[in-house]
């Protein structure tokens, strides 16, 4: 297993090995975290191809498209439905202005629907992206 070495300008970098709906998935997911300024990853690597995540051992989202890391960064409220309602009460508090609920994660989860994908959060800190048509990728055991 090989170990990531940090790297700030290539954090948010395409992984190689991907297949058309990874390199899909990736370009929606990196513009709307450049359009929300989400981009900051805590210093992760954010993306993986499946083959990659495989070698690292990792039990879910072996199947899928691409694997997203989210742990420690700005990403988090994108991809997990916890995260997105901390924020959105946190900006209330701040603001007193209500937003739709879970906009941030609601978001992504639209733009990747556009074209026939979806995100499934596997743990606390990572999620995969799958086709949301039947046989291609399937989502988290």
Do not use: N
Request: charged residues 30%.
């Amino acid at each position: 297993m090989s170990v990531h070495v940090l790297d700030k300008e290539r954090d948010l970098d395409m992984p190689d090995g991907l297949d058309s709906a990874g390199r899909r998935a990736y370009e929606i997911i990196t513009a709307y975290l450049r359009q929300h300024e989400l981009t900051d990853t805590g210093g992760c690597k954010a993306f993986y191809s499946p083959a990659e995540w495989a070698a690292r051992e990792e039990s879910y989202g072996l199947t899928s498209h691409l694997v997203v890391v989210y742990d420690g960064g700005d990403m988090r409220p994108a991809f997990s439905m916890d995260a997105a309602y901390d924020l959105d009460c946190a900006i209330y508090r701040e603001t007193g202005k209500q937003r739709e609920p879970y906009a941030l994660y609601e978001g992504m989860q639209a733009k990747l629907r556009e074209a026939g994908l979806y995100f499934e959060e596997c743990t606390r800190w990572y999620a995969a992206v799958y086709s949301a048509h039947r046989g291609e990728g399937l989502p988290c055991p």
